[in-house]
């Protein structure tokens, strides 16, 4: 694992995963997979669609076994048996259409150990307290699929995990309600709670997370806290002179580009100073300067494409030998 | 939010527990209930058809008899003339066999030679052509007394104008008035049991399916043992079956008594009326769990109702040909194919309960529910292994390698 080996963790682990391989019918579709996700973080798992992020989840909750590898989850490499600790709520959410919402909420903690009455007393608290008050006594084919949603929600929490897994959550969310889920992650991480969650939106990840895995064609080519992950690629320059070329064009670096009226490139490692001496010394006529770091976007567009330039090298490497 | 309660870890029968509640209220309230309940009706046209067919096969391998007991002239002139009027009437005519040609002065009992139970007699012809006696249970003899009368008068060489009086001399129930009657409540009882399985099975299945369907297969998955998730379904079903049973049983029992029946106005199975009933609930289950494990692992790999139909079509037609094969059984006891089809897992039940209404022996219903609880038990491990390995494209690893006694060790908090 990347991110980890640079920053150790000191909390322990809820969740270590090492080599996991996940094949379908000769397709690879996780290959190898490493993670460790401390107690109490809220930790991020980003990829692009088919990058293998539900299957790696998949194969942490013990939904399906993997190949090979091995997985730890809150201490045990059976995750049945700390199933009473961890919430789920997949990316295909799916409750039962004849059952009433307090009773799914219920039924959904009872799966996890919770007695029956005690889930149905909670399962109205907690539809009272997110303002779904009108719904405890209709059935979730009367609701809207949003509604359904956070009653699978509140589901996934109504036995108080230790370690909650979403699975592409903001998914099918309006933003009023993608706000209220992520106050809701913040809150549970507050609580101790180890949150993590599958996204391919970066926004989300870069607003909560502490850490983040990065999948790409079923590998993991990072995983580590969100500023290393950010310092992998170098800050970005934006410039704008008043001159089109003089002299000074020579001072800037190779990977250059011209949008409108401004230079885009990466900050060199010389740093700024030779370069702001060259273009007042060549007379640019500096309009502005400004150095930003990258965001986790960038990072997350430079390391996955870089995974992808590498496994298309190794392809070719199979194929010539 | 309260924290009265916490959750606490469930073992596998727990949590199968958990699921098998949830899918009993569900079936009990839903309107495949309602249908379910309804089944006997459509059940009892299969079962009056199955009858009809059941009657010709009974017609064909155990006819009644007509035995004759006479002086050797007589008993040769009844022969006789039974084999005249047999040509001219048919099948109508009593199958007629020679019991005894009695010496001179010989003595003989037909009351005890019926209830010897040696052959397949319904009633004795005895005295002569012209002074007949008929003794056999008295509904038959009641309804061969004129044919008898007929053959008597031909056998006197008498015309048509002159029929003997025949004696009748009643008792209770003969061998084969007993045999038919244990053969219908045989082949009643396999019925019930096939189409029952048979409803149960496919309503598990689609209740599979719909899961599927709504994805609430993925929450099942991650939350308890897909063991649990199986075990749960069936023994849901079972549970749901046995409400079925009940309100049938008490709603049929009540009309049928109501309408002044009693079980003692017919001929008990060989078992008992108690019995047999233990044992119908006994193999009903046991058949169930047996087609229903085989079913679930069917509804596994299926992703639509049309596959589901497609995969589990053999699967229908072959027990409907244990069905057969069992029915067939039953017309054949002691031979190599009654053996057979009690050895047989998938039609065992059926047989045995057939032969529970024939045959008073119990030790053999003890060795048969040994025999399929080993198989409900090998194919219940088969089915939820496949099942957990189809349902959601399971692999084999993912923890380290430990030796199954290594495997017992405390819960994690």
């Known amino acids: 694992m ?139 084919r009367q609701l809207s699929k949003g509604m359904a949603q956070q009653v699978q929600l509140l589901g996934t929490l109504v036995h108080e995990p230790k370690l909650v897994v979403f699975d592409e959550p903001f998914s099918g969310l309006d933003a009023l309600n993608q706000g209220k889920l992520e106050r809701m992650m913040r809150g549970l991480a507050a609580r101790g709670t180890t949150v993590i969650f599958s996204t391919h939106v970066i926004a989300h990840a870069e ?26 690629i170098r800050p970005q320059v934006r410039l704008e002179t008043r001159a089109q070329d003089g002299p000074w064009r020579g001072a800037l670096p190779q990977d250059v580009r011209r949008e409108g009226s401004h230079w885009y490139f990466s900050l060199p490692e010389s740093g700024i100073e030779p370069l702001l001496r060259a273009l007042i010394e060549g007379e640019a006529g500096i309009l502005s300067l400004s150095i930003e770091r990258a965001g986790l976007h960038d990072a997350f567009v430079a390391i996955a494409g870089e995974a992808a330039a590498r496994a298309l090298e190794e392809d070719k490497d199979e194929a010539r030998r | 939010m309260s924290t009265a309660a916490r959750a606490g870890r469930l073992s596998t029968l727990q949590a199968a527990f958990v699921m098998a509640r949830r899918d009993f209220v569900a079936v009990l309230f839903s309107r495949s209930f309602f249908f379910f309940l309804l089944g006997p009706l459509f059940m009892l046209t299969v079962l009056a058809l199955a009858g009809g067919v059941g009657k010709q096969v009974r017609q064909n391998t155990e006819r009644p008899q007509l035995g004759v007991a006479m002086s050797v002239a007589d008993t040769d002139a009844v022969v006789k003339a039974h084999g005249v009027l047999a040509a001219q009437i048919g099948p109508a005519m009593p199958q007629l066999v020679v019991v005894r040609r009695l010496a001179p002065g010989e003595q003989f009992d037909p009351l005890s030679e019926i209830k010897s139970n040696k052959a397949n007699l319904a009633a004795i012809l005895t005295g002569t052509p012209e002074k007949p006696t008929l003794t056999g249970p008295q509904e038959r003899i009641g309804d061969w007394q004129g044919r008898v009368a007929l053959i008597a008068a031909q056998a006197a060489g008498k015309g048509p104008d002159s029929f003997p009086d025949v004696a009748l001399s009643g008792i209770a129930t003969s061998k084969a008035d007993q045999s038919q009657s244990r053969m219908a409540t045989a082949q009643i009882g396999q019925t019930v049991l096939f189409m029952l399985m048979m409803i149960l099975a496919g309503m598990v299945l689609s209740n599979l399916v719909e899961e599927k369907g709504n994805k609430i297969i993925e929450v099942l998955a991650a939350a308890i043992p897909m063991d649990a998730v199986f075990l749960g379904k069936l023994f849901a079903m079972l549970a749901i079956s046995l409400v079925g049973i009940t309100v049938w049983g008490l709603f049929g029992g009540a009309i049928w008594l109501g309408s002044g029946n009693s079980l003692t106005d017919y001929p008990a199975p060989a078992v008992g009326w108690p019995m047999f009933f233990g044992l119908g609930v006994l193999y009903f289950a046991l058949g169930y769990l047996v087609i229903g494990s085989i079913f679930l692992a069917i509804g596994s790999m299926a992703t639509t109702v049309r596959e589901v139909q497609t995969l589990s079509m053999p699967v229908t037609m072959l027990q409907l040909l244990n069905f057969f094969f069992a029915s067939f059984a039953i017309a054949q006891p002691g031979t190599w194919i009654e053996t057979a089809a009690i050895i047989v897992p998938f039609s065992s039940p059926f047989t045995m309960l057939a032969k529970a209404a024939q045959d008073d022996a119990l030790w053999v219903h003890g060795a048969a529910i040994a025999w399929q609880l080993v198989w409900v038990a090998l194919l219940v491990r088969m089915g939820a292994s496949l099942f957990k390995t189809r349902v959601m494209q399971s692999g084999s690893g993912g923890r380290e390698k430990r030796r199954w006694w290594q495997r017992k060790g405390p819960a994690p908090a």
């Open chain 1, 2 to 140: 990347h991110g980890n080996a640079d920053v150790p963790s000191v909390r322990p682990l809820a969740i270590e995963a090492r080599g996991l391989v996940k094949r379908f019918d000769g397709f690879t579709a996780v290959d190898g997979v490493d993670l460790t996700v401390p107690e109490g973080a809220i930790y991020g798992i980003l990829g692009p669609n088919g990058a293998g992020k539900t299957t790696t989840l998949r194969m942490l909750l013990g939904i399906i076994d993997p190949d090979e590898g091995v997985r730890r989850i809150l201490g045990t490499d059976r995750p049945h048996e700390v199933a009473h600790t961890i919430g789920y709520l997949p990316e295909e959410r799916g409750l039962y259409p004849s059952m009433k919402a307090y009773e799914a909420i219920a039924f959904l903690g009872a799966l996890r150990g919770l007695p029956l009455a005690e889930g149905r007393k909670r399962g109205k608290e907690l539809l009272e307290e997110h303002g779904l008050g009108y719904a405890i006594d209709r059935q979730i």
């Open chain 1, 207 to 232: 607003r909560l997370c502490d850490e983040v895995a990065i999948i790409a064609g079923g590998k993991v080519p990072f995983a580590g806290p969100v500023d290393v992950a950010r310092d992998r």
